[in-house]
C-alpha cells in the first residue's frame, strides 16, 4: 500500500489540527474549545456540505448512476445495524447492543469531508449526489436501532403506552443535524449556481479553516473519552476498528458492482465505515435512555473516527484501485 | 415570612420542557431552570457532548407549599426513572415574593 | 402585482434558510442554535452593516438628497410610536401599549438587510446614507414612549425618584446595538476605501452566509414564539400586519415627496414598516419593565417580520414603482 | 461547624449588579451568582431571547447571618417588587469557610 | 420520603476535577456540577475573564449521608484553603432517587 | 516624533473598533460580547498567528538572523521577570510581585499583530520567525516568577508535597495558548506554501475582521477593568507604563546590537514591552493562587495594552529609525 497517500493525507492542515488536539490532552493541557463554540462548527459544516451538495446535485440531475449510488448508500444504512446489532449481542445486552448498531449504520460529516480533502490533494471531486447519499443513511439506522429493541428487549410493566412511532420517526427524520444537511441540501438544489456564488466565501472559502478548528476540537475530544473506555472490555475497542473495515470493504464490493468512479466509491465506503458522531447520539439519548452513552460516544469518536481519518480513507482507496485484482480473487 | 417548600428536581435536560409542562399542570406559581448541569449518577457521568451540546442536565427549582409539593414527586417520577436524576425537598422561609 | 418578484425574493439562499427555520419548528426538530451564538451573528450583521454603510456615505457625502431622506425618516420614527400608542391604547394597558408603540416605531437591521438583498438580485443598490436612517430610526421611538407611559400611566407613590431622563437617553441611544451599529459607521466613515479594502473579506465576502445563518435562527425563533400570541387575543395579530403595511405606505409617499430613486424609496418604506427585534426590547425591559415582553417580542419576531421578508419587500417595490401612478389617485 | 443562613435570590439578571452593590453596602462576606436562570413567575416565561441574551434571571446565593439576612430582604424588596422574582431563607451549617 | 444531607461547594472551577476525584474516592452515589458562577469573597471579584474564560467558580452539590458529608468536608478542606470558596450542610428529604 | 505614523496607526479600523469598545464602557452602554464568544476569537487569533508564522518561517528557513533573533527574545524573556521581581518587591508581597512580574516578562499576541499592522500600513512586512520569538517569549516568565516566589515566600507548614516541578512546567509550556500558537507554528511548518493556500482565506483574508472584533472586546474589556486599578495605589499604574518603555528601549539596543531590520526590531521591542494577556493569567491562577488577579489583570489590559497599541508601537519606531544617533549619545 501506497505510503505516501497516507503521508500525503496526514499532512494536510486540518487533519494535522486534529492531532493537535490529541497531543493537547495527552499532555494534559488546557486547551479547550468551550461549549458551545463546538457547536457553531458543527452547524457550519452540516450547511455547508448540504449546501455544496445541492448546488452539485443540481448540476448532475438524478441518472441511473445517482439511484443505484443512493440505493446501495440505503441498503448499508439498513442492513449494517441489523448484522451489527446480532454481533453485539454476543457480549452485551439489548440496549447498548441496538445503540452501537445505531452508530456503526449511520454515517459520519466529518470524516465524510475529511475524505472529500484527501481527494482533493489527488486532485479528484466526487459527484455531489454523494451529499445525498450522506444524508440518507443518517437516519435508517436509528429506525432499525428502536425497532431491534423493541422486539428484544425484555418487557417492562406499564410502557407500552410510553412508545410511539412518531416519535421514533421524528427523533429519527427530523433530529436536528439531520434536518439541516437535508434542508441545506434542498435549499442548495433550489438556489443552483446563483444561490453558490451568493454564499461561496462562506460556504467554500474558509470552509478548510473551519474543519481545521472542527477537527482540532474532534481531536481534543477523541483524546479524552479515550478514557472512558477503560469500562467497555476486550470487545468493544476492537469491534470499532473491524466493523468499519468490515462495512467500508462491503461498501466497495457494492461501488463496483454499480459501477461506481474509485472517487465516489471512495465516498461510499468511506461512508459505510463511519460511525454516528452527532445524529446517532441525539437520537439515542431521547429514544434509548438505557444505554450507556459513555459506550457508544467514545467508540465513536476515540477509535472510529481517527481510525478512518488516518487509515481508513487511504486505506480504502488502495482497496479500490486494486479492487479489479481483488475481486475476482474473492469469488473464486 | 412564610414558610413554604423548595423542591429541587436534577435530571437530563432533554425534559425540561416536560417538567415545565408538568408543573403548569399542578399550577404552581413560579419555578426557575438552570440549564447547564453536568454530573455523575447511577448511569455514569454526565459532562456535556461538546460537539452537540448533549447529555448534560437541568436543575429545577419550585417554591411551592406541601400540596403541589407532593403533586410535584408523583409528576415527574416516571421521568426521573427513565431519564435519571433524584428530587429533594427542603424547607425554606419566603422572604420576598407572591403571597 | 408581478408574481416573479415574489419567487425571486424567496429562492434567494438567505430567505431559504429562515424557511428551514420555520420548518424545523413546525416540524418539531430539535434543530437549535444554542446562546450565546445567535448575539456572535448579531454584533456580526451590525457591525458589518454600520461600517459598509459609513464607507458609503463618506462615497457620497452629505447633500440635499441625503438631509431630506434623514428627516423623513426621523419624522417616521417620531410620528409613528405616537399614533400606534393611540391606536394600541383602544384595547391595551398604557405599558403595552407604549412598548409595542416603540417596537413598531423602531426598525429591524436584518428586515433592512434582507430587503438590500432583494435590490441586489434585481441589480440595484441603495444609497449609503440609508444605513445613517436606519441608525436614526433605533432610538426615538424608545424615548417617545417612555414619554407617553409616564403621561399616561396611573401614578405609584414613592416612585418619583427612580425615574431618570439620563437614564432613559442613555437606554436610547447608548443601547448596545444602536452604539455598534453607530459606532461602525463613525469608523467605515472614517476609514475609507482603504480600510474597506482591509475588512471587506469578513464585512462584504461572508456577509451572505452570515446572513443565512442568522435568518435560519430568526426562522427559528419567529416559529417557536408564535404559539406566545395565543394570550394575545384578536386584536394584536391584525395590528402586526396592518402597522406595517401603513407605515410603509407612508413611507412611500413621502419618498415621493422627497424624490428618492426607488431603491433607496423601498429603504425607506421598510424601515417604517419594519419593528424593533434588538434595541427596543433591550430598552423596554430596563425602562418599561411593567410591559410583557411575551407580546412585543412575538409580535415583532413571528408576525411583522416574516411578514415584511415574505410580502411587504416585493409589495413596497411594486407599489413604488405604480406610486406615480397611485398617488394622483390619491390626491384626487 | 456553625449555624449561619442561606439567603436565595432570583431576579432579573440586568438587576444584579445592582443586587451585587447592595450587598457590599450592606458588608456580606461574600456570595455566588449563577447567571443564565430561565423560569416562569408572575410575568410569564422568561426563556431567554436568543438574539440579544436578554431576559434572563440570576441567581444570587449570600451565605450570612441573621442580622445581615434581614437587612438583604430589607434592600433589595424594591428590586424584587420592580423587576420580579423572589427571595428565600434557609438554615444551613458552615462545613469549611471563613470563620 | 428519607432524610439525607445536601452539601454545596463553592471553589475555583480549575479544581473541579479534583473535587470529583476525591467524591469518586469517597464513594458518593452521584453529585451534580455548575460550572458558570462568579462571586465575591475574601479574595475579591470572581466575575470571570472573558477571553480566556478564566476565573469562575464552580457550584457541587452532593446528595449523601452524614458520613459521607463527613469525609468530603475532610477531603476537600486543603482545596478550599487554596483555592478558596466554601463549604454548606443542610438537611433535605430525598423525594425521589436511589434507595 | 512623527504625527502622522501615529494617527496613520489609529485610524486603523481595528484599532477603531477598540476605541469603540473603550467608549461604549465609559458612557456605560449595554454593549457586551458574552463568554464564551470572546474565547473563539482569541483561539482563532493564536491559531492564525501560529499557523501564518510556521509558512513564513518555512520559507526563510534557519539562519544566523534567527538565531541571534531568537536568542535576544529568549534572553529577554527571562532577564525582564526577574528585574520586574524585585523593583516590585519595593511595593508588594512575594506572590503579588512575581504574578506581575511573570505577566510583563511574557508576551501579547494582540499588541504583537496589532504591530503587524502598523507596519503593514506603511508597506513593511516582519520576518516570519519572530512569530517563533513570540511563541518562545510566553512561557519562561512563568517558571521564573514561580521559582522566585518558591525562594522569597514564607515556608508554610505541609505545603512541600503539593509543590511539583513537572506541574510548573505543564503550566508554563503546555498552557493552552502556549500550546494552540506553537502546535499552529509547526503545522504551518510542515504544511508550507501548499498548506497555506489552504487555509489562507480563513487564517489570513477575514483575519483583520476578527481582529477588529477581538480588539471591540478588549475596548470593553479594558475599560471595565480601569475600575479594578483603583486599589492599587499610586505605585502600579505608573510602573504599567514605564515598564513596557523600559523593556521596549533594552529590546531595541539588543536588536541594534544584533542588526535586525526596522520592522523586525520593532516586532522584538513591541514583545518585550508587551504584557501577558492570555496565557500567565492562566498559568498564575493555578501556580500562584495566592496572587491577586485584579492586580495583574487589570495593570496589563487596561493600561499597558492601550498604551502599546497607542503610544507604543509608533514610539518604539521612532525611536528604532532614530537608533542611530540616540545609541552613540548613549555610550558618551
Ligand atoms: N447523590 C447525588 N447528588 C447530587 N446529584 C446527583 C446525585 N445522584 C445523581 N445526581 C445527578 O443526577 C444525574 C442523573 O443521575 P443518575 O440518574 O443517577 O445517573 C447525575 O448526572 C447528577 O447530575
Ligand atoms: N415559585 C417559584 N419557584 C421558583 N422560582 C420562581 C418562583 N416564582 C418565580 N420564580 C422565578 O422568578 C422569576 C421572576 O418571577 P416573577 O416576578 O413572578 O415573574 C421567574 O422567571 C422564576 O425564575
Ligand atoms: N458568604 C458567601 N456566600 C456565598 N458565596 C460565597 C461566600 N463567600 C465566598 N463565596 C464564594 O466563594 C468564592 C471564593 O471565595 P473566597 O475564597 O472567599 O474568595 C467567591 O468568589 C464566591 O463565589
Ligand atoms: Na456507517
Ligand atoms: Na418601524
Ligand atoms: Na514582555
Known amino acids: 500500500m501506497d505510503i505516501d497517500l497516507i503521508i500525503n493525507n496526514l499532512v494536510h492542515p486540518p487533519v494535522l489540527f486534529f492531532f493537535l488536539g490529541m497531543v493537547a490532552v495527552f499532555c494534559k493541557s488546557d486547551l479547550k474549545i468551550p461549549d458551545p463554540l463546538p457547536k457553531l462548527f458543527t452547524l457550519y459544516l452540516l450547511l455547508a456540505i448540504g449546501f455544496h451538495g445541492g448546488v452539485e446535485l443540481r448540476k448532475t440531475g438524478i441518472n441511473q448512476e445517482v439511484i443505484f449510488a443512493l440505493s446501495a448508500a440505503m441498503f448499508m444504512a439498513v442492513i449494517v445495524p441489523i448484522y451489527a446489532f446480532f454481533i453485539l449481542r454476543l457480549k452485551l445486552d439489548v440496549y447498548n447492543a441496538a445503540a452501537i448498531a445505531a452508530t456503526y449504520g449511520s454515517i459520519s460529516a466529518v470524516t465524510y469531508i475529511t475524505a472529500v480533502t484527501f481527494l482533493q490533494t489527488l486532485g479528484l471531486e466526487p459527484a455531489g449526489y454523494m451529499v445525498a447519499a450522506l444524508a440518507l443513511m443518517e437516519s435508517p439506522s436509528i429506525v432499525i436501532a428502536i425497532i431491534l429493541a423493541r422486539i428484544y428487549a425484555p418487557k417492562k410493566e406499564n410502557d407500552e403506552n410510553e412508545f410511539s412511532w412518531s416519535g421514533v420517526f421524528k427523533e429519527a427524520f427530523l433530529n436536528g443535524s439531520v434536518l439541516l444537511i437535508t434542508g441545506s441540501l434542498l435549499i442548495g438544489l433550489a438556489s443552483g449556481e446563483e444561490g453558490w456564488d451568493t454564499l461561496r466565501p462562506f460556504t467554500k472559502d474558509i470552509f478548510k479553516g473551519m474543519l481545521s478548528f472542527f477537527l482540532l476540537d474532534m481531536g481534543l475530544l477523541a483524546a479524552k473519552r479515550i478514557s472512558y473506555l477503560k469500562s467497555a472490555g476486550f470487545f468493544l475497542p476492537p469491534f470499532a476498528i473491524v466493523m468499519p473495515v468490515l462495512n467500508g470493504c462491503i461498501g466497495i464490493v457494492l461501488s463496483k458492482l454499480i459501477g461506481l468512479q474509485p472517487e465516489n466509491a471512495l465516498m461510499l465506503s468511506i461512508l459505510c465505515a463511519s460511525a454516528s458522531d452527532i445524529a446517532v447520539p441525539a437520537a439515542m439519548r431521547l429514544s434509548l435512555p438505557e444505554a450507556n452513552p459513555s459506550l457508544y460516544v467514545p467508540m465513536s469518536l476515540a477509535i472510529t473516527f481517527p481510525f478512518n481519518i488516518i487509515v481508513g480513507i487511504p486505506l480504502f482507496y488502495y482497496l479500490i484501485n486494486k479492487a479489479d485484482e481483488l475481486i475476482p480473487l474473492f469469488w473464486k | ?99
Open chain 2, 1 to 99: 415570612m412564610k414558610r413554604v417548600m423548595k423542591v429541587e428536581i436534577i435530571t437530563d435536560s432533554i425534559e425540561v420542557e416536560n417538567v415545565a409542562k408538568l408543573l403548569d399542570e399542578i399550577g404552581v406559581y413560579g419555578y426557575s431552570i438552570i440549564n447547564d448541569v453536568v454530573g455523575k449518577g447511577s448511569r455514569g457521568v454526565r459532562s456535556g457532548y461538546e460537539l452537540t451540546g448533549l447529555f448534560k442536565n437541568s436543575y429545577i427549582m419550585v417554591v411551592c407549599n406541601e400540596v403541589e409539593m407532593h403533586k410535584i414527586a408523583e409528576a415527574i417520577r416516571p421521568i426521573i426513572r427513565k431519564f435519571g436524576g433524584l428530587c429533594i425537598v427542603s424547607d425554606v422561609v419566603m422572604s420576598i415574593g407572591k403571597k
